[in-house]
């Protein structure tokens, strides 16, 4: 178990670097794996992205959501679906 803190931490250590948004989330969910000492990790990040906000399509209400499921939470049907019925749902790109 840790503290909302440490999931701030870890989240704005991997979003300091130039990267993509699915690949952010996985390295979230693999360090939690190792700092947590278990595989039962699930990761839901949704984010606004600037390019797609100012730029090309200029959608202002666009969000992506990315997921990174492991363990019970990718193997077990009944965990996952309790998990994902916890997260609010995104319509239109908004919550």
Known sequence: MIGLSKLNRVAKYYASRPQVQERMTEQIARHLCDILGTNDVAVVIDAAHMCVK????????CITRTTSLRGKFKDDEKCRAEFMAAIPRMTNGQR
């Open 54 to 61: 100012m730029r090309g399509v200029k959608d202002a209400d």
